[in-house]
C-alpha cells in the first residue's frame, strides 16, 4: 500500500492488516505452529520439517519477523526463532476486539 493511501487509516486498521497479510500463507502458519510445538527452532530444523526450500523458508521467516510477530537470535553461526509473546499478544487483542464488533453487532444483512 502507498503511503498516501496509508494515511488515510487508523493504526489500528494498519496494524490488522499487517499482521494479516503477514498470515496469509500457509508456509508461515505452518512455521509458527512447529514453534509454537518446539518453543524455538533453528532455521535448518524448520527445512527438515517442511516441504520447501531453505530459501523459502528463509524468506518466510524474514516476512513473519518484519512484522514482529518471531524473534531470532544468533546461536554461534544459526539463528534460533521463537514467537516474540509480546507482539502476539498485541496483535491477538486487534484481532479479537474487531471479531468481538462483530458477535456484537448482530444485525441483519441485505
Given at each position: 500500500?502507498?503511503?498516501?493511501?496509508?494515511?488515510?487509516?487508523?493504526?489500528?486498521?494498519?496494524?490488522?492488516?499487517?499482521?494479516?497479510?503477514?498470515?496469509?500463507?500457509?508456509?508461515?502458519?505452518?512455521?509458527?505452529?512447529?514453534?509454537?510445538?518446539?518453543?524455538?527452532?533453528?532455521?535448518?530444523?524448520?527445512?527438515?520439517e517442511l516441504p520447501i526450500s531453505q530459501s523459502t523458508v528463509s524468506q518466510h521467516l524474514k516476512e513473519l519477523k518484519e512484522v514482529g510477530l518471531i524473534k531470532g537470535e544468533i546461536?554461534?553461526?544459526?539463528?534460533?526463532?521463537?514467537?516474540?509473546?509480546?507482539?502476539?499478544?498485541?496483535?491477538?487483542?486487534?484481532?479479537?476486539?474487531?471479531?468481538?464488533?462483530?458477535?456484537?453487532?448482530?444485525?441483519?444483512?441485505?
Amino acid at each position: 500500500m502507498g503511503i498516501t493511501k496509508s494515511i488515510d487509516y487508523r493504526k489500528a486498521e494498519l496494524d490488522i492488516a499487517k499482521y494479516a497479510k503477514a498470515l496469509a500463507h500457509p508456509a508461515r502458519i505452518a512455521i509458527i505452529q512447529l514453534l509454537l510445538k518446539k518453543q524455538s527452532c533453528i532455521c535448518g530444523d524448520i527445512v527438515d520439517e517442511l516441504p520447501i526450500s531453505q530459501s523459502t523458508v528463509s524468506q518466510h521467516l524474514k516476512e513473519l519477523k518484519e512484522v514482529g510477530l518471531i524473534k531470532g537470535e544468533i546461536e554461534g553461526a544459526s539463528v534460533c526463532y521463537c514467537l516474540d509473546e509480546k507482539e502476539w499478544s498485541k496483535a491477538r487483542l486487534l484481532f479479537v476486539q474487531m471479531f468481538d464488533k462483530v458477535a456484537v453487532n448482530k444485525t441483519k444483512c441485505c
